[in-house]
């Protein structure tokens, strides 16, 4: 059963009969269709997603376009999606929280605009996450309204003892890629 969360709400990930063994967020956009004199035509809005790791507030690992699996193999990167043409998820992070170090306290998911268009160019944005095992979505996070910024922070997984929570964190920012997002991100781990 999904959870549709809203900026700020947390969750638990615990989930009947066994804890969660991989998970995939799913990042989604789709370009506001422009109006003209010959009707409405489709633009391409190239967003990249990124998971930062933390562990204890520290960056400890980042995975993108640029760096498609972590170092320990844990956490891997679909592939970057350079229009957002499609239906469903267009890039895609999959977790292994079995195989992330203990160290790790905390993911970060992102998407930022790295042609630097803003979020007013954005529409039907989301992030949702899945358990791999099955295919079931576990929650969804949509956000509302477009915006000036060209990056968001979208949600967070983190460690509350032995189990994993979401939090939906919906913080718009400034930045082409995660480093440019990083003060911003740091603040959130």
């Known amino acids: 059963m999904t959870v549709s969360m809203v900026k700020g709400q947390r969750i638990s990930l615990?989930?009947?009969?066994?804890?969660?063994?991989?998970?995939?967020?799913?990042?989604?956009?789709?370009?506001?269709k422009k109006k003209g004199f010959f009707g409405s035509r489709?633009?391409?809005i190239d967003l990249d997603a990124s998971c930062?790791?933390?562990?204890d507030g520290n960056l400890a690992d980042v995975v993108y376009f640029g760096k498609l699996v972590s170092d320990?193999?844990?956490?891997?990167?679909?592939?970057?999606?350079?229009?957002?043409?499609?239906?469903g998820d267009d890039e895609s992070v999959i977790v292994d929280l079995g195989r992330?170090?203990?160290?790790?306290?905390?993911?970060?998911?992102?998407?930022?605009?790295?042609n630097g268009?803003?979020?007013n160019e954005v529409e039907n944005a989301f992030c949702r996450l899945v358990n791999e095992a099955?295919?079931?979505?576990?929650a969804r996070y949509t956000l509302t309204g477009g915006g000036a910024h060209t990056a968001m922070v979208m949600a967070r997984l983190y460690r509350h003892g032995e189990t994993w929570k979401m939090n939906a964190i919906g913080e718009p920012c400034h930045g082409r890629t995660f480093q440019d997002m990083l003060?911003?991100?740091?603040?959130?781990?």
């Open 100 to 114: 992330l170090p203990v160290h790790v306290t905390s993911l970060v998911f992102t998407v930022s605009s790295f």
């Open 14 to 32: 615990e989930k009947p009969g066994g804890a969660l063994s991989m998970v995939r967020m799913g990042l989604g956009w789709d370009a506001v």
């Open 52 to 55: 930062v790791l933390f562990a």
């Open 134 to 138: 099955d295919g079931g979505e576990l």
């Open 72 to 87: 320990d193999g844990s956490v891997r990167h679909t592939g970057d999606n350079l229009t957002g043409a499609g239906d």
């Open 117 to 119: 268009q803003t979020f």
């Open 42 to 44: 489709e633009r391409e």
């Open 183 to 189: 003060p911003t991100i740091v603040g959130l781990a």
